[in-house]
């Protein structure tokens, strides 16, 4: 089924989700198609049918959280990931993206707990994403120093991972 969606032209994709508004992965595929196109708002709307479809997704919560802030509709993105950390409160996404609409909102001092629980686990270490938006927060909230620290921590991760890479493609070519 994926491959048939996949290999429709897009106008024949939007004319089978209309035909069909209860066929999850068909939304699914155009949720996707629309954002890889930047229609947006469009998105916003698919989402939401797609949320109607199936309204206890994770993944669709996640997503629409993910889309609303890339549109700085920031409140509406954290009630969205909130949504999703009800569905599967384990779930280390939905809290970590919580930090981006906090930021956008200026709320640093809560994205900043966010991130700082995320940069102890395990896969967060080192994050540069989630360093750079500590630094942000930092900045936020007028802890400059702080901020440079952190930034440099940055610097140094992609000087190391770039060394890496160089060090692994040395090996392959031996």
């Known amino acids: 089924m994926f491959l048939r969606l996949r290999s429709l032209s897009f106008d024949q994709l939007q004319k089978e989700a209309l035909d069909q508004p209860d066929s999850f992965y068909t939304w699914r595929e155009y949720v996707d198609r629309l954002k890889q196109q930047g229609r947006h708002q469009e998105e916003v709307a698919a989402i939401e049918h797609l949320l109607t479809i199936a309204p206890h997704s994770y993944d669709e919560w996640l997503d629409r959280g993910n889309i609303l802030n890339d549109l700085h509709r920031h409140e509406e993105a954290l009630d969205a990931y909130r949504h999703a950390l009800a569905l599967?409160?384990?779930?280390?996404g939905?809290?970590?993206n919580q930090a981006y609409p906090l930021i956008g909102l200026g709320r640093f001092a809560e994205a900043l707990t966010i991130l700082n629980w995320f940069?102890?686990?395990?896969q967060g270490q080192n994050d540069g994403f989630a360093l750079k938006l500590k630094a942000k927060a930092l900045r936020g909230l007028g802890r400059k120093e702080e901020a440079a620290q952190?930034?440099?921590q940055?610097?140094?991760a992609s000087a190391n991972m770039f060394i890496l890479k160089i060090s692994i493609g040395?090996?392959?070519d031996k």
């Open 170 to 172: 040395d090996e392959k």
């Open 88 to 92: 599967k409160p384990g779930e280390i």
């Open 119 to 122: 940069l102890g686990l395990e």
């Open 94 to 96: 939905a809290r970590y």
């Open 154 to 156: 940055v610097e140094s």
């Open 150 to 152: 952190v930034e440099a």
